[in-house]
């Protein structure tokens, strides 16, 4: 049960050192220069390579039941997959429909995600309102170590939160410490124009983004962000894919406000060019929303995530196959909505992040792990390589390279969005609580090894976000 990796560059999201790391039971137990090698430890190699935070990815969709099918990757293939590219925990989703009851999707998902190999939490989705939402947010956030709820603004006639869910559901969270989290598209729009496109005949992959434009994911952000001012509470944007959303969320924090955004590895790479493909195979294999967008909007989440407006990297892994797709073959809005890419996050984020000299290799640590840790409180025991924290690591390999293909990758999926492109650095190890689960190509991911993460309630931002609220409480005045 232990472990020690020896000769590498430590890097965690604050500064880097050359440093052995002992690991035993699951815990880090020390860190420090010549450590002594226990005879029985398990020697794992790290010359000329980096020592780091297992990465998180706070976005997936394992085994979604979504548009009338059945995402392709499950939570075993799924966390597999994602040690296999030095990812070690994954936040997944647990999405009721309209009137079903939270507990009991949330028990749902839960015993669906027994079998993952990797560490993984879930946010919960409030996708409608009544007192029992109420209740069991209460009891998700208390008994079940759930510290963030989802809100859908878009997929109108299915999961959409209108603003009433959104005003009831955040001010729910804030008296709770959970953050509300928005995927941000203004649902009706989207829903008007998929109309109208299809009435114009424009029926194929095509549409897809011509029915998401920027505005609406930009409209929509600025709608949650006023919001939440109001409200008081912090936001976190899930899939910032536009420059109209990055503004209002930059805007926003520079109004002082709590704001968080993620982006996703797709969105800073993959332009929309990809829907015109003829292969209509091809071009429903990127159908996902938000949409990949036009050029400028890539340069613009890179600059997003360089400043600090943007904290987080995911992947929005939710694997549909050509036969899923092909749902939508005559009408583009019944194409299963989603893509893959967990197992390739980090590679493409070192590659077009750190070789570009866009990111430092402290950097990359802090948006493909340690921000994701701290914005959902379970910093220090994940993001970090120190002392008494999860043994969750990647040994990375900064010169390794290879061609990211469908042939190669375990990803369940039948499409890879990256497929071709050519990556340096590569997890070379991937250990996940204390055990060796990728060497060099193997990959020894164990079925059921993974564990649910509680995540505790009340992360910094909300002590801050309560003394202005005390300073600011409503007073009536007072009449003759
Ligand atoms: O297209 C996507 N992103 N599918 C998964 C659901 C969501 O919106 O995150
Ligand atoms: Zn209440
Ligand atoms: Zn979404
Ligand atoms: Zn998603």
Known sequence: ??????????????????????????VIKAVGTDLDTPGDAEVIDAGGQYVMPGGIDPHTHMQLPFMGTVASEDFETGTAAAMAGGTTMIID????????NLMAAYRKWRGWAEKACADYAFHVAVTWWDDSVHADMGTLVREEGVNSFKHFMAYKGAIMAEDEVLYNSFTRALELGAIPTVHAENGELVW???RKLLEMGITGPEAHPLSRPPEAEGEAANRAIRLAQVIGCPLYIVHVSCRQALEEIARAQAEGSRVFGEVLAGHL?????????????VAAAHVMSPPFRAKEHQAA??????SGTLQTTGTDHCCFCAPQKAMGKDDFSLIPNGTGGVEDRMSVLWTHGVTTGRLTVEEFVAVTSTNAAKIFNIYPRKGWVGEGADADITVWDPAATKTISVKTHHQKVDYN????????GLASHTVANGKLTWANGDLRAVRGAGSYVKRPAFQPVFHALEKIARANVPTAVARS
């Open 93 to 100: 989703f647990v999405i009721p429909d309209p009137e079903e």
């Open 417 to 424: 969005i990256f497929e071709g492109m050519e990556i340096t």
């Open 192 to 194: 008007q124009l998929q």
């Open 1 to 26: 049960m232990s472990l020690i990796i020896k000769g590498g560059t430590v890097v965690n999201a604050d500064r880097s050192f050359r440093a052995d790391v002992y690991c035993e039971d699951g």
């Open 301 to 306: 989440l890179w600059k997003g995530l360089q």
């Open 269 to 281: 790479l993959i332009d929309e060019s990809v829907y015109r493909h003829p292969d209509f195979d």
